[in-house]
């Protein structure tokens, strides 16, 4: 029995608040399964809130609140918040429980992830290392998180151009997957593709073509032609057949993996203005500057469309436009396109010195000038310039 209507009214106060306490734990849990990272940060801070309410808040469930919001953090890009999570995490763990709990390896790979897209390689495996150390404690080197951590160190050690070094450990990691795991497991496409790009950047583009193709066929199977990641496997592959000189199969293949990212992303996604760049490069240097055209031009509209500082953006793109049709021989479309980059430049740096304004306003006129001989080392400069250096054109 209550002897107070305080105690009562506590009571049912703390029931309450546990009940919501659990309801955010479960939904943050299914955003996550499902990828909806902003709903599982919202989720998890409120968690948060409710836990530090408490008198006495549990540490195994704010260290465990505070992992799952780090690794949530860390899906949406928003890696300084997740580093913050995650260590919060690890100290609770090791002042609790210390070093050597089941979990604190498997955050020290999590920090180690962060640091790695941060591009901190040596932090990160410095993390790696950590976590095989601790990790190896508790289970064998077969095991499939010592597997995992194994990974990291070898897509961070190709990051670093040591190719050779990330194929020992990627090859090592394969005699496992290869004795465990079923033959269309999506975890042995991400090792094929990681083994192919060790063994491109080698330069054994037969040995890379023959693992990008073997994840391609396993990702086909798990998620059928038109995902993402098939897309990523057909681009590989035609960088591979690019450098083979096979250009034919490299063009069928990169337009296959556009329309992929099309029908995934749709038309007005970053990550369509990377293909379409890469369709211009291809087509650049074959020196089918028609077909070049046509893809700078789709990646010019989509940077209009969607940039939000257009003027810093799509200079490049516009150089691009500018060399190959001075290559072409269309200098009329070469002095149109110069005059824009300069209007950019110059609308760009609102502190230009009026020496340098003058100097924008001469070049303008030359090259608006019929008769002045643009030279493609000219081109190349105009589009290329910094806003430092155009005094001296």
Partial sequence: MFKTFK??????????????????????????????????????????????????????????????????????????????????????????????????????????????????????????????????????????????????????????????????????????????????????AILCNNIGVSNANEGNFEEAAKYYQQALEINRINYGNMHPNVAANLNNLAEVYTKKNE?????????????????????????ILGNYNNMGVFYKNQKKYHHALKFY??????????????NMDITGTLGWFSIISHEKGDLVQVRNILIWILDLRKEKNKLFKEKNEQSVENIKQRIKNTDYDLSRNQVSFLTEYSNSSISVI
């Fill in 297 to 310: 031009k789709k990646a010019l509209q989509l940077k209009m469309k969607t940039s939000k500082e257009v």
């Fill in 7 to 188: 105690e009562l009214f506590s009571c049912v106060l703390f029931r309450e608040e546990y009940l919501q306490e659990k309801n955010y734990e479960k939904k943050a849990e299914e955003h996550l399964s499902k990828g909806q990272f902003e709903d599982a940060i919202y989720c998890l801070k409120e968690h948060l809130n409710i836990l530090n309410r408490s008198p006495r808040p549990s540490a195994m469930a704010l260290a465990k609140t505070y992992k799952s919001l780090g690794i949530a953090y860390r899906k949406s890009n928003k890696y300084y918040l997740a580093l913050k999570s995650l260590r919060r995490a690890l100290r609770i763990y090791r002042k609790s429980w210390g070093e050597k709990h089941i979990i604190v390896p498997r955050l020290y790979n999590e920090i180690g992830l962060v640091y790695y897209q941060l591009g901190n390689y040596e932090k990160a495996l410095e993390k790696y290392e950590k976590a095989l150390e601790i990790g190896l404690e508790f289970t064998d080197e077969h095991n499939q998180f010592i597997l995992e951590i194994n990974c990291n160190m070898g897509i961070l050690f190709n990051s670093q151009g040591r190719s050779k070094l990330a194929l020992y450990y990627f090859e090592k990691i394969l005699k496992d997957y290869l004795l465990t795991c079923d033959k269309n497991d999506p975890k042995l």
């Fill in 247 to 271: 250009n034919d199969k490299a063009e069928i293949l990169l337009l296959e993996a556009l329309k992929i990212d099309l029908a995934c992303y749709g038309p007005y996604h970053p990550k």
